[in-house]
């Protein structure tokens, strides 16, 4: 009918202007999938995606977030060596403050190293130079932490204020650095909840009530507009809330006690009800639970008999991932080490 007001053929609209090849190559060139270490790498992730990992305390959500900063903020080649990380900046903010910067330079230097590999560690060694293998470490762990922006928040108004500075941070990074933000981590959500549950509903000068639930959608509002401007992946973190018998459509169900060696938490106190049952209510209001893209359940599982350290000979603690949204029908379990994570075959 368009076709027709305009004078032209009425199903000229119909006419395919690029193949479906054509249009796939646009696609993947303008937004690539992101190569993320395991057990994040089964779905493929691309920038303007909202990835929320949720799991108790001690299941591996901290250490997910810092091996994916360390492969946003290490570089694709160095100097001839290839190290297979995309050169990107990353904007951390801890909300739980419990951020461990050692632990980012162990996994950092870690994987280094192994970038570098035994033959340059030899070419080095036959120049009888250890000291020009330390300055090419040291430079590159430089040049990394450079592009990594750690910002700590003690309440949601601070968590607010960071990400409306989101977008001059970004632009400052590319002015001096000539790179933007990539990766937004949020370490946890959920961190504020009781203290914004707790605070009597005030209202601002426009009018508007300041509560739990219009602050989430203020932080959703902010993460929206930036992604607007700048296509990035956010990650996101999420502890669980337990509820006694309380079970809805969104809720994430613990693991099988089948996986328990005994029914008590690592440090030997009785579970409590809710957890023995595995009930876990979703406490997120319904614009983050539908501005989430992708959704990661973590699970810590007793200390099982048969996974030891090399070095130490000790039993390693061991975590499952499991894919929720979308669902893969899979559960992986993975292990922590010095470098990262190992997966369990």
Known sequence: MAGGAGGGPPRDWLSVDETAAAFLSRSLSTRPPILLPPSLHRAPLRPGNVVEIAGPSGSGKSQLLLMSAVQCILPKEWEGVYFGGLGKAVM????????????????????????????????????????????????????????????????????????????????????????????????????????????????????????????????????HKFLQLQPILVLVTKAPIYGEGITTSNDFQRGSPKYMSEDSTPLGYPKREEERNGSCREYMPSAWQTFVTHRIKLQDLAQEPGFFSEQENAILSVHTCEWVQPSLNSKEKFYIKDDGVGLIQ
């Open 92 to 223: 951390y903010i801890d909300l739980d403050c419990r951020f461990d910067v050692l632990r980012l330079a162990q996994i950092l230097r870690k994987r280094i190293a192994a970038g570098c590999g035994s033959v340059h560690h030899e070419e080095f060694e036959t120049d009888g130079s250890k000291d020009k293998f330390r300055l090419f470490e040291s430079t590159l762990f430089s040049d990394c932490m450079k592009r990594f922006l750690y910002v700590r928040c003690y309440n949601s108004s601070e968590l607010i204020a960071a990400l409306k500075s989101l977008k001059s941070q970004s632009e400052a990074r590319n002015e001096i650095f000539d790179i933007g933000v990539y990766f937004l981590m949020l370490d946890s959500i959920g961190a504020f909840y009781w203290i914004d549950r707790a605070l009597q509903p005030t209202r601002e000068s426009k009018g508007k009530t300041l509560s739990f639930q219009s602050i989430t959608e203020t932080v959703v509002q902010e993460i």
